[in-house]
């Protein structure tokens, strides 16, 4: 009997110390740190840069005084034009263009992009051009240079799934510039306005950065419009076109381009 009593409190004692026991806190390994997800790739946001490349003048560009019955021409030739002024520029030389961009990009899925961009170049289009003859009058080419020029422009783009770095996107707007006379006894300028359009693609190859290629067509004229004749001499008339080509390589950078989450602070686990 006396056996039996004493089994069971031993019994008893033991019940109870592993009750206690499960009371305790635990005292393993603490739980990994939260690790939050790395940051979507995203072209939001603001951005600014740079950019250098090459212009030319367009062959139908009308600025150009180049007559054919002018001093040491063959007489009344085919580069009288009317088009909308003095034509014949031979296809204008080229220039340097350079200048910076600034702009903002809204995403407004994983694979398009839409934006704003205005920039300003300063150029040497035209610079090297003359007339070739005396005192401004003679059979040249070239006869009109641009010293500077800006725009202002839309832009919409797609990127791809599987490189959500790279975009390919056109553009166009708005488009403004200085022209100015290359002849000796009229070397005034104007600012003429227009439009501009093209295509370019960019590519961020570094958080933050950007590098871009880009063709950009624009065409640009007077505001005056005469009542009755109105052949486009002066560089200020509505007639008077100004056509350009431009290639330009860029670079941006881009503030808070990847725009994550902010982390989540991992928990603190209890210790005893």
């Known amino acids: 009997m006396k056996t039996a009593i004493s089994a069971l409190a031993l019994a008893a004692v033991l019940a109870t ?31 600014a840069g740079i950019n250098l490349g090459g212009g030319w003048q367009d062959a139908t560009s009308s600025n150009v005084w180049n007559p054919a019955w002018a001093w040491g021409g063959p007489g009344f030739g085919p580069n009288w034009g009317w088009g909308g002024g003095w034509n014949g520029n031979g296809g204008g030389s080229g220039g340097v263009v350079g200048g ?57 783009g797609v990127t791809f799934p599987s490189m959500s770095s790279l975009m ?38 570094l958080p933050n950065w950007s590098a871009k290629a880009e063709y950009l067509y624009t065409e640009i004229s007077g505001s005056q419009q005469n009542f009755w004749w109105n052949p486009g001499f002066s560089l200020n008339n509505v007639n008077n076109r100004t056509r350009f ?26 210790r005893y």
Do not use: K
Not at 128 to 155: E, I, P
Not at 173 to 186: E, H, I, K, L, M
Not at 247 to 268: E, K, Q, S, T
């Open 17 to 47: 110390g592993a009750a206690e026991a499960a009371d305790l806190p635990s005292r393993g390994a603490p739980p990994p740190a939260y690790l939050p997800p790395p940051p979507v790739l995203t072209w939001n946001g603001l951005y």
């Open 100 to 156: 910076g961009q600034i702009g903002y990009n809204f995403q407004f899925s994983p694979w398009l992009v839409a934006g704003v961009e205005t920039d300003f170049q300063g150029t040497t289009i035209g610079s090297g051009g003359g007339n070739n003859g005396w005192n401004g009058w003679g059979g040249g080419v070239d006869t009109a240079r641009l010293n500077w020029f800006g725009t202002v422009r839309g832009r919409l």
């Open 168 to 205: 390919i996107y056109g553009t166009g707007g708005f488009a403004y510039g200085d022209v100015q006379r290359n002849f000796t006894w009229s070397n005034y300028s104007v600012v003429q306005t227009g439009w501009t359009a093209g295509a370019g693609v960019e590519w961020l190859f």
């Open 245 to 270: 080509h431009t290639v330009r390589a860029g670079l941006n950078y881009h503030f808070n381009l990847f725009n994550g989450p902010a982390p989540i602070a991992a928990p603190v686990a209890a």
